[in-house]
């Protein structure tokens, strides 16, 4: 069957790319996160377990709304995940400093985003804007796990 190249267009447009990076990305943080949930040890175990199990979840919504408008614009999402590092440190700080590593990789590919449709569609600036601000909530909670009980200043890796 002769490919459409017209759809070949779509998919190689810099809005699908960008969408498909997003969707690599996320994809990767549903793995990143499960393993991170497996990993946890200790007294707080349970809280920290249920809360990288949501991240997962909400990963994997990010994923489903990222593919579904990579096909409502004629495009085909991608079947690639996103970088996953195996650093092997398991302590509960490490993972949260990969975390904030992951959410700032995400929120510049939002940024990213933003940049190419800006003017040129509203439904997908509302979208990248709605991520935006998701993905800085979620920094700001993770920078907020990192810091010392009683520090109020932002916490520097």
């Known amino acids: 069957m002769a490919k459409d190249k017209k759809a070949d267009a779509v998919s190689s447009s810099p809005v699908i790319k960008a969408l498909n990076t997003i969707l690599e ?3 990767a943080g549903v793995v990143r ?3 991170y949930s497996l990993m946890i040890y200790g007294y707080n175990r349970i809280p920290i377990v249920s809360w990288l199990r949501g ?3 909400e990963s994997l919504d990010h994923a489903n709304k990222a593919g579904e408008l990579i096909t409502h614009l004629g495009g085909h999402p991608s079947l690639a995940i996103g970088p ?3 650093t092997h440190n398991h302590d509960i700080g490490d993972i949260l400093r990969e975390s904030l590593e992951h959410e700032t990789a995400a929120l510049n590919a939002y940024r990213k985003l933003l940049k190419l449709v800006e003017g040129n ?3 997908l600036e509302e979208y990248a804007r709605e991520m935006i601000y998701t993905e800085e909530l979620h920094l700001g909670e993770v920078d907020k796990m990192l810091r ?3 520090d109020v200043a932002k916490f520097n890796s």
Request: charged letters at 15%; a negative charge.
């Open 55 to 57: 991240q997962a979840t």
């Open 33 to 35: 996160y499960t393993h």
């Open 84 to 86: 996953l590092l195996e």
């Open 25 to 27: 990305m996320e994809l």
């Open 148 to 150: 010392k009980p009683g």
């Open 121 to 123: 569609s509203v439904m």
